[in-house]
């Protein structure tokens, strides 16, 4: 009895003893959730645009929104509750069927660095990078990555790079690829001569002093598995970044303008005009260059 009393008499002491405990708190954000918001522009001449083809497209998440007007007179129109914190792209048809479409080169994961550039900046590592000169992205980069794609070895035989968006030590890519020799799943689609034909957006590093792609992050935009004559007569698209929106954490971008090219002036550097050649030679725009 005397022992039982001693440990419990024991055991409120060192109760007591204890300080307080402290509630856990979670730090603050380092900033607060992206505001929805508008893009608007203008696209001209407005009678070529096929009003029902008109989007704005995520690239990141897939999602799509249809413009909350447009005015088939002026080509202004306006997309609205857009989700901030990334860019949109706009794509549609014009009556001739020809596709044009925005293209986001921003870097993969883009906006969790600059939310990662914001925390150090809280608490107080920003004045280390400063000190630290950016890097430059450079010609003799451009070479090395047009001599990775070149060299690529896989199912898809022909590449080509249509942008390249430099930035200093990572680079983003739009790549047209294309299966054009015969395989044994085109003797059962149709016969020889089928073609597959993918646009997609790689991501490259320069790791080491080298180039590397980063695996399981490219993104497809586009699929096609037909013949040649097939592909050159319901394939016509084009790229262009003029019609990419970025909508930053406020819900604001900057006004799109846009003129649709003529039918005689096609591009096929910034995609894949209607029947074009097999495998146009043409050399990638480049952006983001260094001096």
């Given at each position: 009895?005397?022992?039982?009393?001693?440990?419990?008499?024991?055991?409120?002491?060192?109760?007591?003893?204890?300080?307080?405990?402290?509630?856990?708190?979670?730090?603050?954000?380092?900033?607060?959730?992206?505001?929805?918001?508008?893009?608007?522009?203008?696209?001209?001449?407005?009678e070529l645009v096929r009003a029902?083809?008109?989007?704005?497209?995520?690239?990141?998440?897939?999602?799509?929104?249809?413009?909350?007007?447009?005015?088939?007179?002026?080509?202004?129109?306006?997309?609205?509750?857009?989700?901030?914190?990334?860019?949109?792209?706009?794509?549609?048809?014009?009556?001739?069927?020809?596709?044009?479409?925005?293209?986001?080169?921003?870097?993969?994961?883009?906006?969790?660095?600059?939310?990662?550039?914001?925390?150090?900046?809280?608490?107080?590592?920003?004045?280390?990078?400063?000190?630290?000169?950016?890097?430059?992205?450079?010609?003799?980069?451009?070479?090395?990555?047009?001599?990775?794609?070149?060299?690529?070895?896989?199912?898809?035989?022909?590449?080509?790079?249509?942008?390249?968006?430099?930035?200093?030590?990572?680079?983003t890519l739009l790549v047209e690829?294309?299966?054009?020799?015969?395989?044994?799943?085109?003797?059962?689609?149709?016969?020889?001569?089928?073609?597959?034909?993918?646009?997609?957006?790689?991501?490259?590093?320069?790791?080491?002093?080298?180039?590397?792609?980063?695996?399981?992050?490219?993104?497809?935009?586009?699929?096609?598995?037909?013949?040649?004559?097939?592909?050159?007569?319901?394939?016509?698209?084009?790229?262009?970044?003029?019609?990419?929106?970025?909508?930053?954490?406020?819900?604001?971008?900057?006004?799109?303008?846009?003129?649709?090219?003529?039918?005689?002036?096609?591009d096929p550097t910034r995609g894949?005009?209607?029947?074009?050649?097999?495998?146009?030679?043409?050399?990638?725009?480049?952006?983001?260059?260094?001096?």
């Amino acid at each position: 009895m005397w022992r039982r009393a001693t440990i419990s008499a024991w055991l409120i002491a060192a109760a007591l003893s204890c300080p307080a405990a402290v509630p856990l708190q979670d730090d603050p954000p380092v900033a607060s959730g992206p505001k929805a918001g508008v893009i608007v522009g203008r696209i001209t001449p407005a009678e070529l645009v096929r009003a029902d083809t008109l989007r704005a497209v995520s690239r990141v998440s897939g999602a799509k929104f249809s413009p909350a007007s447009f005015d088939a007179k002026t080509g202004e129109f306006r997309f609205a509750n857009i989700p901030g914190g990334g860019a949109w792209d706009i794509c549609f048809t014009t009556i001739d069927g020809r596709d044009y479409e925005g293209i986001d080169l921003e870097f993969v994961g883009a906006r969790l660095d600059r939310l990662a550039q914001l925390r150090r900046k809280s608490l107080g590592l920003s004045g280390r990078d400063a000190k630290k000169p950016p890097a430059q992205f450079l010609a003799q980069d451009v070479r090395a990555i047009e001599k990775f794609v070149r060299d690529w070895q896989d199912f898809l035989d022909t590449r080509r790079v249509l942008y390249i968006q430099g930035q200093g030590q990572r680079a983003t890519l739009l790549v047209e690829l294309m299966r054009t020799r015969d395989f044994h799943k085109s003797r059962q689609a149709g016969g020889p001569g089928q073609v597959v034909w993918r646009v997609e957006l790689w991501y490259m590093q320069k790791q080491g002093g080298g180039w590397a792609r980063l695996a399981n992050v490219e993104k497809l935009l586009r699929r096609r598995r037909c013949s040649l004559a097939e592909l050159q007569r319901s394939v016509a698209i084009e790229y262009y970044p003029q019609l990419s929106a970025s909508l930053n954490d406020a819900g604001q971008a900057k006004p799109i303008r846009f003129t649709i090219p003529d039918i005689k002036k096609t591009d096929p550097t910034r995609g894949r005009p209607a029947k074009a050649k097999l495998t146009p030679k043409t050399k990638p725009h480049i952006l983001g260059l260094g001096k």
